[in-house]
């Protein structure tokens, strides 16, 4: 990654955390601005926009953009010098252009002294914006796309929450009834349509994973980012899912969106490569490859007053989304059941082969829901999930057995294979309605750390704080006579 610094006295781009410097310069003395989270707290510490670096880094990724470069920089530089009261800068990276693109940012940059130059060797946004973010000394890291779609009014509002320590991230959406957006109806089914995958599968919040506005707190950008793989578009929706896994807050901005239809992004490659990214990023999550209950304990924000995390929690979103991922967990584990009857069918009793391939997919089946479909992260009351989790367990096996033990009962000659697995899948299904509730309201139910407090108790407890109160502001009074 080549750095290109054409202004004077343009501030140089620091190396990130634990890696070297991407410039020759004098390193960036650690400052106010560079504000690390020490472990979770109610809220955030407000960025200290009194400091010798740029409060915001805008960066701008580029591929072949030669013709839009230019006016883009000019209406963006203007736009921010006239209303952001700090510091600030706009990062131009790009991603191996084979056009003008470069020499003209380096262009504008020698004019601009706020605007600076990264030229990578590797195409991709994602990776862009892992490597610009990382190396930014600023506390407050953004990223728009170069045809500026999104009326800039929304930035004021997009980067108020990060500065002022309310949100970690802030993201630009178009699928609010509050927005306001000119695009094609393509265009709107797919962006729809993936935003209810993603809300459906992976138990998502936010309304819109792929607008092109986006800003960062720097301190949660160093935390997250070394945990994203993605290097194209799909690095947008990993990083705003772990966000929300780690208990971050995500501020919402509705914006005023108006397509661009000279846009050269592939629709339909983008849509596949995002659907493929899903399945990557869910296999992380639940395999644990992305420590996310340490980073969720570094991160996440404390409980609310006279709350414990526990009751603050939810039970992993809507009843939709839950039953979708139920379903995607119980058509893989029935698949799994019904491999591991026939195999051990062949060797002995058919009861006791469904009592094996039970027991082996119940296991799994109650991790992989306890953490995809419920949100549950961390060892926490592991031990007592997957215990109740196998009391459930014995209720697909009586249902099992039961209609194992009907059918080898009846009169005529003994069964075939193929009656077997109709008549304990259809016992399967029918103890997964059951599963489905049991899990939902008692086995993965949040649950405090104390119980909830009675009315009497809170009239004591006021009672006791008022006395208390009172003699306190009576002794001051003694005192002061």
């Not at 670096?53 to 006016?71: G, K, M, S």
């Not at 490569?273 to 869910?282: E, I, N, P, Q, V």
């Amino acid at each position: 990654m080549t750095f290109t610094d054409q202004a004077a006295g343009t501030l140089p781009l620091s190396g990130a955390a634990g890696g070297p410097a991407l410039d020759a310069g004098p390193a960036t003395p650690a400052g106010p601005a560079a504000v690390l989270i020490a472990g979770p707290g109610p809220r955030r510490s407000p960025v200290n926009t009194r400091t010798a670096v740029p409060v915001l880094d805008v960066t701008i990724p580029v591929y072949n953009e030669e013709r839009d470069l230019e006016a883009c920089l000019r209406r963006l530089h203007s736009h921010l010098l006239a209303s952001f009261p700090h510091a600030f800068r706009i990062t131009v990276a790009d991603n191996a252009s084979t056009d003008g693109t470069l020499k003209t940012a380096e262009r504008v940059a020698r004019e601009l002294r706020e605007v600076t130059v990264v030229h990578l060797a590797e195409k991709g946004r994602g990776n862009a914006l892992r490597q610009v973010w990382l190396a930014s000394p600023s506390p407050v890291l953004a990223y728009m796309d170069v045809d500026l779609s999104t009326d800039l009014a929304a930035l004021a509002p997009l980067l108020a929450p990060l500065i002022s320590g309310h949100s970690d991230l802030a993201v630009g959406t178009r699928l609010t009834r509050s927005s306001r957006v000119v695009r094609g109806p393509k265009r709107e089914f797919i962006s729809r349509s993936y935003n209810f995958l993603l809300h459906s599968f992976m138990g998502a919040h936010f309304s819109d994973a792929q607008c092109g506005f986006k800003a960062i707190r720097a301190d949660v950008a160093r935390q997250l980012l070394p945990h994203t793989l993605d290097n194209a578009w799909f690095f947008d929706t990993e990083l705003l899912v772990l966000a929300e896994k780690c208990g971050l807050r995500v501020h919402e901005v509705p914006v005023d969106w108006t397509d661009d239809p000279d846009s050269s992004v592939d629709i339909v490659q983008t849509a596949v490569a995002d659907l493929r990214g899903m399945a990557r990023l869910s296999r992380d999550l639940v395999s644990g490859r992305i420590p996310v209950p340490e980073l969720r304990a570094a991160l996440a924000r404390g409980p609310l007053p006279a709350a414990s995390r526990a009751q603050e929690q939810s039970s992993g979103g809507s009843l939709f989304g839950q039953l979708v991922r139920f379903g995607s967990i119980g058509v893989a584990s029935t698949l799994a059941y019904l491999v591991i009857f026939l195999l051990c069918r062949g060797l002995m009793d058919p009861q006791l082969a469904n009592f094996l391939a039970l027991l082996t997919t119940a296991v799994a089946n109650t991790a992989a829901n306890r953490r995809f479909t419920f949100g549950i992260q961390g060892r926490h009351q592991a031990g007592r999930h997957h215990f109740e989790g196998l009391l459930v367990f014995t209720i697909g096996l009586a249902l099992t057995a039961g209609a194992l033990a009907i059918v080898h009962g009846s009169p005529g000659s003994p069964p075939g294979p193929w009656l077997e697995i109709v008549t304990v899948t259809a016992a399967n299904l029918a103890a997964t309605a059951v599963k489905f509730l049991l899990f939902r309201l008692v086995v993965f139910r949040p649950r405090g750390t104390r119980g909830p407090r009675t009315a009497s108790a809170v009239r004591s407890t006021a009672g006791s704080t008022a006395a208390s109160s009172t003699g306190a502001s009576r002794s001051r009074t003694e005192t002061a006579q």
